[in-house]
């Protein structure tokens, strides 16, 4: 269950209407100290008559589309009620759960039972709406979703199997992935949402990522993808994990158009901000930079005064690394690689590769056999034996024997 909701303040929900100031909260429904925290860990404290009732409309799929914003805390459905649908709301607060419904009940509803039963049950189906595009988003005051025109029926009513973690037990066929129809090219906006939607664990799966890069093959999607280039530049922002290259491979003159945009997005972060996910959205823009500089070293100073400025979101120094690599300056990167190298050996691995491939001679050979030695393999073990002499060779087995055996402790170095 997904019990790991935050419990903001009440003013980090977004800004208040000048009607609806933070004391109005202690008029609202809620569930005293009762928080998504709980969810899971305590009984919801509901009456049975209401679970009841909640249920009901669980078993009769009359709950959803189901929405759910963790950076703020809140969470939303629509339900199918005997008379009308109506929108419930909750939202964490410092005293409780407080719970709102379209219903006009000022009190706990059974709509809003309904909304905690399969927040509590099955979380996976709620739909997260921070990784949708602006037309889709949700206002920034929950509790007023219900007054506004907000359009549900953009919302799938259960988040499909891509959206969800990938897991053994993950059982994703073609036709529910987002480029499952007949003309994508044709359907260039719900693709724009779709991607944004899926979870960062399918991307690592060969039978999900190959059937996506193929669509990039398509003229009519490269073109209108082109010409609606912003919202792919907003798409790489809120999911700087989706593999875009085959569409920045051929925008070279809209990455140029919009290196402006893009450099007041990285200026919104600050290093109070440092997660996985900071890191990686400023090492998507910066990358996005580098394609629409131009290559004379004039222009390429700014690029590299940013990179600098972002050194926290690089700790490890590769990206950076490989940038001067990429601008001609193979040996102050070797040096970089080399001040940056972990300090314990099974982290070297991807330090070693590069420098393997930037260095020649006797620098190059020092890193192959420190990268033998870190991480041994056979593979490594035959190749590093090709680049020395008989002589020099035998005397390398002498001084590891275990690598004879390929034996898994063996000295660092």
């Known amino acids: 269950m997904l019990t790991n909701l935050p419990t903001p303040r009440v003013g980090s929900l977004g800004a208040l209407p000048e009607s609806r100031s933070a004391r109005a909260h202690a008029n609202l429904p809620r569930l005293a100290e009762f928080h998504w925290a709980d969810i899971g860990r305590r009984d919801l404290p509901i009456s049975s008559r209401l679970l009841m009732h909640g249920r009901d409309y669980l078993y009769q799929e009359r709950v959803g589309p189901l929405l759910v914003d963790a950076p703020r805390g809140a969470a939303a459905a629509r339900v199918e009620g005997y008379q009308a649908d109506y929108v419930t709301t909750a939202y964490d607060t410092d005293a409780g759960l407080v719970v709102t419904c379209s219903c006009t009940a000022n009190r706990i509803c059974a709509h809003a039972a309904a909304l905690l039963l399969v927040r509590d049950e099955d979380p996976e189906a709620f739909f997260d709406v921070t990784r949708v595009r602006v037309p889709m988003m949700v206002p920034s005051w929950w509790p007023w979703m219900a007054g506004t025109s907000f359009d549900w029926n953009t919302i799938p009513r259960r988040a499909g199997v891509y959206m969800r973690p990938r897991s053994a037990r993950s059982a994703a066929g073609s036709g529910d992935w987002p480029w499952a129809a007949p003309a994508p090219s044709q359907q260039h906006e719900d693709l724009l949402n779709q991607l944004a939607l899926v979870h960062p664990s399918w991307w690592t799966c060969p039978e999900f990522l190959d059937p996506y890069l193929a669509i990039w093959q398509q003229t009519a999607l490269v073109a209108r993808a082109l010409k609606h280039f912003p919202a792919w530049i907003d798409l790489a922002w809120r999911g700087p994990e989706i593999p875009l290259a085959p569409l920045w491979e051929k925008a070279a003159g809209q990455i140029r ?79 970089l690689l080399e001040r940056h190298l972990p300090a314990e050996r099974t982290l070297r691995a991807p330090y070693r590769t590069l420098l393997i491939a930037w260095t020649e001679g006797d620098e190059r050979l020092a890193h192959q056999v420190a990268d033998t030695l870190e991480n041994p393999s056979p593979a490594k073990r035959q190749s590093l034996l090709q680049s020395l002499s008989p002589m020099a060779a035998e005397e390398f087995l002498r001084q590891f024997p275990g690598l004879k055996s390929d034996a898994p402790d063996l000295p660092s170095g």
């Open 257 to 335: 158009q919009a290196t402006y945009s893009i450099q007041q997005r990285l200026w919104q972060i600050s290093p109070a901000d440092d997660s996985p996910l900071t890191r990686l959205r400023v090492q998507t823009m910066l990358n996005l930079l580098e394609v629409g500089f131009d290559e004379a070293a004039d222009q390429r100073a700014p690029l590299r005064a940013l990179r600098e400025s972002f050194a926290w979101a690089d700790p490890g120094g590769l990206e950076r690394a490989k940038f001067l690599h990429r601008t001609g300056q193979t040996t102050d990167a070797v040096r």
